[in-house]
């Protein structure tokens, strides 16, 4: 409904996506009175994410929550796949553990999945305020962020504490001055294509039935750009794009479309696309930068959560947001309402926040992970490896009669050198392989 001159609360939260929703949740259950600042018509009217979401977060959250939650496929098959224009190679894993509760990760719709996360919230207590745009941060003499301005005739939100949930290249944490001017080189544009199919055809395709998934992650289908791929079955539909470093797009002057049209067109994807109608086509900016580009958490009276406070963590193997931001999101409600139990909303006051996600999978793992982009997006991995590896495995499954096969090493020696790799560098990219990921 429509907001009065100023209204007075003990929270505003913007944006009810995971990280938003959550922090009302945690917020509201605390008997906290929040008001959940939403720019779509809906929670998740603006997301065009269409990927894996990991729900185990929600285990303490809500309860039994996959029991409840708009899922589209329980993602039973992982392959990860390197590719050229003419060959791939794969490595398929499958298990029936992941297709039964509590479930691994799962494929979803985000307009269904934050409208359900954002019900949570208000069936807790919060009130959501939809169509509405927080234009910028109110402060006190002192500086302190007491409230938001709207885009509702100039209405103001006041309130102790402002948590700011507004998204990658968030407006609330830049006038705050947490965040520094969008850096290009911190960011990868994600594009997506979404394919309609009959439920029959998508799980005989795939080797699939019901509720099971595939989520397929890609490299080498890029033209050489840092990124990759992805392919996600949905219930009706395939989820099929790639993830591209912003300023290397830019310099090869290629459309990010042509990409997806590669990918679509290529061999092992093409037949399990034929036949299905193009829904829908979007895209939408990526923090990737990691822990090392994470702006300060906290300010007087502001907190920063999910993908404004770039907690996305893309890893090569490891492809995560929501988990991060409905972990963010609660972790920073919860310190909100500590704050405000102690009569303390200053940046001291929340500092709890930090420490907590510390402590928990959310900075835990984007720390042991922190280098991993350097590696994954690296010159060699992404335009000589795929390359590389699938010319291996055609020379060990190349049967050369009358020639004598080759060895291993040989095989290895000679694929490498056709990409202009050497053992030792081979070596040396294992073993920096291992101390990220192991």
């Known amino acids: ?12 939260v913007v944006g009810a996506g995971p990280a938003g929703a959550s922090a009302a949740l945690a917020l509201a259950r605390q008997g906290r009175s929040v008001v959940l600042v939403e720019r779509g018509p809906f929670p998740g009217a603006k997301n065009v994410y269409g990927g894996v979401v990991y729900g185990r977060v929600l285990d303490d959250i809500v309860p039994g929550w996959w029991d ?4 589209e496929r329980w993602v039973v098959r992982r392959s990860t796949v390197v590719m050229t224009p003419t060959q791939s190679l794969s490595v398929d894993f499958r298990t029936q553990a992941w297709g039964e509760a509590p479930y691994n990760g799962m494929t979803t719709l985000r307009c269904h999945f934050d409208a359900w996360l954002a019900a949570k919230a208000t069936d807790a207590g919060a009130r959501l305020v939809t169509s509405t745009v927080a234009t910028g941060l109110v402060r006190d003499g002192s500086g302190r962020v007491v409230g938001v301005r709207t885009d509702r005739d100039g209405a103001e939100l006041h309130a102790p504490v402002v948590l700011a949930c507004d998204g990658v290249n968030s407006f609330l944490a830049k006038e705050a001055g947490l965040l520094p001017r969008a850096e290009a080189a911190h960011h990868t544009l994600g594009v997506k294509e979404v394919h309609h199919l009959a439920p029959g055809v998508i799980d005989e395709r795939f080797g699939v039935a019901g509720h099971e998934g595939v989520d397929m992650e890609i490299l080498g289908c890029t033209r050489g750009i840092p990124g990759g791929g992805f392919l996600y079955t949905n219930r009706d539909s395939v989820s ?3 993830v591209v470093s912003l300023p290397q797009l830019a310099e090869a002057g290629v459309r990010p479309e042509e990409l997806i049209a590669d990918l679509v067109a290529h061999p092992t994807v093409a037949p399990l696309l034929r036949g299905s109608t193009l829904r829908e086509y979007s895209a939408h900016l990526i923090p990737e930068g990691g822990y090392d580009t994470m702006p300060p958490l906290a300010a007087d009276g502001l907190l920063v959560a999910g993908d404004a406070a770039a907690m996305t963590l893309a890893a090569g193997l490891w492809l995560e947001g929501v988990n991060f931001a409905i972990g963010s999101g609660w972790a920073a409600g919860q310190a909100a309402a500590r704050a405000l139990a102690a009569g303390d909303t200053s940046a001291k006051g929340l500092a709890s926040y930090r420490a907590d996600l510390e402590s928990t999978f959310v900075l835990a793992d984007h720390k042991r992970l922190r280098k991993a982009p350097s590696l994954v997006l690296s010159d060699r991995v992404q335009q ?5 590896l699938c010319d291996l495995a055609e020379g060990m499954f190349t049967v050369t009669n009358p020639t004598p096969k080759a060895g291993v090493l040989a095989t290895t020696r000679r694929a490498a050198a056709r990409h202009g790799v050497t053992l030792r560098q081979l070596a040396g990219d294992g073993i920096r392989g291992l101390r990220i990921f192991g």
Do not use: H, I, N, S
């Not at 009065?4 to 929270?11: G, I, L, W, Y």
């Open 1 to 12: 409904g429509p907001v009065a001159d100023a209204v007075t609360c003990d929270a505003v």
């Open 68 to 71: 409840e939650v708009p899922v």
């Open 240 to 242: 099929v794009g790639v």
């Open 384 to 388: 000589r490896y795929p390359g590389l």
